[in-house]
């Protein structure tokens, strides 16, 4: 099943957005991080994909969030650690759970998620200045 909008595998989000047609296949950007292939990953991963980006898969599908701490602002990709039991936040010890919502404090609010696009060869593209609901999955 492709997407009617763009012709791609799946997306989700603004379809009509230019900023979502120009996904993948240029650059790298905020807006056009590569996340690897679909087939690099497992049920349960959540790993760090750079451009303080995390993907995850789920039995839902595939999908992104900030590794931005929301407390103070910092990176756990860098400051903490992110793995398929949740993401921790070294800086003052907030946890959050796999799906970002937050399972110890100080931080109070939940991760931002981020629209994704698979390509037809299970390339995966994030665009982070895209912040989409924390439910949306991109089925694989
Ligand atoms: S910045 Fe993450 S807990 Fe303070």
Redesign the pocket.
């Known amino acids: 099943m492709g997407c009617a909008a763009c012709g791609l595998v799946a997306c989700v989000g603004p379809v009509n957005d230019t900023a979502a047609g120009d996904t993948g296949g240029g650059p790298a950007s905020p807006s056009n991080i590569p996340a690897g292939n679909v087939a690099d990953y497992y049920s349960g991963d959540l790993v760090s994909v750079g451009w303080s980006v995390a993907v995850g898969y789920d039995q839902g599908g595939i999908y992104a969030l900030s590794t931005i701490?929301t407390?103070?602002?910092?990176d756990?990709a860098n400051y903490g650690r992110i793995s398929s039991n949740g993401i921790y936040?070294s800086?003052?010890?907030?946890e959050f759970d796999v799906d970002g919502n937050v399972v110890r404090g100080?931080?109070r609010r939940a991760l931002d998620h981020y629209q994704v696009t698979i390509h037809a060869n299970g390339d995966i593209y994030v665009d982070s200045t895209h912040v989409i609901s924390e439910s949306t999955r991109v089925a694989v």
Not at 71 to 74: L, M, S, T, V
Not at 91 to 94: A, D, I, R, T, V
């Open positions: 701490c407390h103070a602002g910092c756990m936040c800086c003052h010890g907030s100080p931080a």
